[in-house]
């Protein structure tokens, strides 16, 4: 199975609603001259692609927040280590890492 991805959620979540809405209209279009009042091919396979988009989505944002919180766990560890032994480079290599984490965190929140 491939990794979730954002932008291929939002892909498939767009085009859901996009059949959705088609089917809608083909449906309301069909109730009008006296056809069935049953949901379309189109609203049913639409209602479906848009939860698996939104689903990709979040679980894109759970795979990065958690890399986030990884990479600032490991900052704070290295910054921790460098502020100990004096290594002033290690220290700030480990800050930036932390901070970059935690702005991940922040963006898949």
């Known amino acids: 199975m491939a990794e979730p991805s954002k932008l291929n959620g939002q892909v498939n979540s767009a085009l859901g ?3 959705e809405m088609l089917g809608s209209a ?3 279009g069909y109730q009008a001259v006296g056809g069935s009042s049953e949901p379309s091919s189109w609203t049913t396979a639409g209602k479906e ?3 698996k988009g939104e689903a990709e989505v979040k ?3 759970a795979k ?3 890399e986030g919180l990884g990479d600032r766990v490991a900052g704070k ?3 921790v280590v460098g502020a100990i032994t004096g290594d002033k480079a290690q220290e700030a290599k480990g800050n930036v890492k932390q901070d970059a984490g935690k702005a991940k ?3 898949n929140s």
């Open 26 to 28: 083909i449906e309301s």
């Open 105 to 107: 965190m922040e963006v």
């Open 59 to 61: 679980a894109a944002q």
């Open 49 to 51: 692609q848009h939860a």
């Open 17 to 19: 609603s996009a059949k």
């Open 77 to 79: 560890k290295d910054a």
């Open 64 to 66: 990065e927040y958690t």
